[in-house]
C-alpha cells in the first residue's frame, strides 16, 4: 500500500511538472504573437472649414476683401486643423500617451511576463534550478519595457506629420466679382471695388486625416513587427532552448 502511494503521488507530480512545462510553452507563445490592437484614429473637426464670398453683406465684418485676407485665414483654419490632428498622432504614437500604441503593448506583455515569471517559480526545483536561474535571466519585465519604449520613441521620429504648411497647397480659394459680365465702366469699376473672396479647406483637411491613417497605421505595424522581432530572439527562443534541459 505505502509503495503504490508513492507511486501515485509520484505520477501526480510528474504531472504537475508536465503541466507546467506545457504551461511554459503557452505562455511563450502568447508573447511571441504579442502585439498591439489599437486602430487609428483620424477624423478632424471640419466645422468652419471655408467660406463661399457673396453670401454675406460686404459691409458685415466677417467679408473677406481681399485675396491677402482670405489667405491669412484659410492658412490659420488649416494650421488649427494641423495641430488638432498632430495631437491625435501623438495620443497614438508617442509613448508617453495613455492610450498610445506602446501603453496598450506594454500593458498586454506586462501580464505575459508576470505570468512567464509564475510560470518559472512553479517549474523550480532541487534538480533544475539552476536551468530556471539561467531562464529567469531572459524574463526580466523591466529590460522588456525598456527595449520595447526606445523602438516606440525611434519610430515616433519617422510618423509624425511633420508641418502644417505642407498642406496650404491644397487650400482653395474662390472670389465674387461682380465686376464680371458688367459693360458698364462704371458699374465694372463699382463691382470690382466691392469683389468679395473666399476659401476652402476641406481638401486640406482630409488630406491630414489620410496622413494620419497612413503614419499611424505604419507606425503600428512597424512597432508590431519590431518588438515581436526582439521578444522572439532575446526572449522567447532563449528560453525555449533551455526547456529543452527542463
Do not use: W
Not at 476659401?199 to 503614419?215: F, H, L
Request: hydrophobic share 35%.
Amino acid at each position: 500500500m505505502a509503495q503504490e502511494a508513492l507511486e501515485n503521488e509520484e505520477d501526480v507530480i510528474e504531472e504537475e511538472v508536465r503541466y507546467t512545462v506545457q504551461s511554459l510553452r503557452n505562455v511563450l507563445t502568447g508573447l511571441e504573437l504579442c502585439r498591439s490592437e489599437v486602430l487609428p484614429r483620424y477624423f478632424l473637426d471640419k466645422q468652419n472649414y471655408d467660406c463661399i464670398p457673396g453670401l454675406s453683406d460686404y459691409y458685415d465684418k466677417d467679408t473677406i476683401k481681399s485675396p491677402l485676407r482670405a489667405r491669412q485665414i484659410a492658412e490659420k483654419r488649416v494650421e488649427t486643423a494641423f495641430d488638432e490632428a498632430q495631437r491625435k498622432v501623438d495620443e497614438q504614437i508617442h509613448s508617453t500617451e495613455p492610450n498610445s500604441v506602446y501603453a496598450d503593448y506594454r500593458r498586454r506583455v506586462s501580464d505575459k511576463m508576470d505570468r512567464l515569471s509564475e510560470v518559472l517559480h512553479a517549474l523550480r526545483n532541487d534538480d533544475n534550478a539552476a536551468v530556471i536561474d539561467e531562464m529567469q535571466k531572459f524574463a526580466g519585465k523591466a529590460a522588456v519595457m525598456e527595449k520595447t519604449r526606445e523602438i516606440s520613441d525611434s519610430l515616433y521620429i519617422k510618423y509624425y506629420l511633420g508641418k502644417a504648411d505642407n498642406y496650404f497647397s491644397k487650400i482653395e480659394y474662390s472670389k465674387d466679382d461682380r465686376s464680371e459680365g458688367e459693360s458698364d465702366l462704371l458699374m465694372k469699376l463699382l463691382g470690382k471695388a466691392f469683389t468679395q473672396y473666399g476659401y476652402n479647406c476641406y481638401e486640406a483637411i482630409t488630406a491630414m486625416e489620410s496622413d494620419i491613417d497612413r503614419n499611424v497605421t505604419n507606425f503600428i505595424k512597424a512597432f508590431n513587427d519590431r518588438v515581436q522581432e526582439y521578444i522572439l530572439s532575446n526572449v522567447v527562443e532563449s528560453i525555449r532552448q533551455l526547456s529543452v534541459k527542463l
